[in-house]
């Protein structure tokens, strides 16, 4: 099982959410906000979701609070917005810090020390693409949108199983 696969995170609500459940899958692993000039994204996000999820692709959010407080909700008022103002269906984490002293390991993965693409998060909405067996295939800025081309083409790209 890759790195990727044996990490669990924890779920809107409580419990957890095992990212083993996303083995075969790409993964589009995007650091979420409700209260951002970015916040937008989600609905290019969903499209997303609902364009590749029958060919084995999912987006996951990972709500994050360290960029000018921009996610200062609880669990509940997190899902009721996502589901309310962008109709939502891709999975979403419990908040989690990805810079810093308490980085959670997921975001130690993606971009800390020794990962394929390391640096520091830089803003609300940066993405990361996942392969099917876990590796991290891309990294995509915040101003990146759902809708840009090279994001569409690595997804594709990723699904057909070249990368």
């Keep these: 099982m890759s790195t ?6 924890p779920s809107l609500g409580g419990g957890e959410i095992s990212l083993e ?48 407080g921009q996610e200062p909700g609880s669990d509940e008022e997190i899902r009721s917005f996502c589901a309310l103002n962008y109709g939502v269906s891709f999975p979403i984490a419990g908040k989690l810090d990805v810079n810093g002293a308490q980085r959670h390991a997921l975001y130690q993965l993606l971009a800390g020390d020794g990962a394929a693409f390391p640096g520091d998060i830089t803003w609300n909405f940066e993405k990361f693409l996942i392969g099917k067996d876990g590796r991290v295939l891309a990294r ?19 699904l057909a199983g070249s990368s």
């Design 4 to 9: 990727f696969h044996s990490l669990k995170l």
């Design 21 to 68: 459940s996303f083995k075969e899958q790409v993964v589009l692993v995007v650091n979420v906000a409700s209260k951002c000039g970015l916040t937008p994204q989600y609905a290019g996000l969903e499209r997303l979701q609902q364009n590749y999820r029958k060919q084995g692709f999912s987006v996951l959010g990972i709500p994050c609070n360290q960029f000018a």
């Design 140 to 158: 995509f800025s915040p101003r990146t949108t759902p809708e840009d081309p090279d994001l569409s083409e690595a997804i594709e790209a990723a």
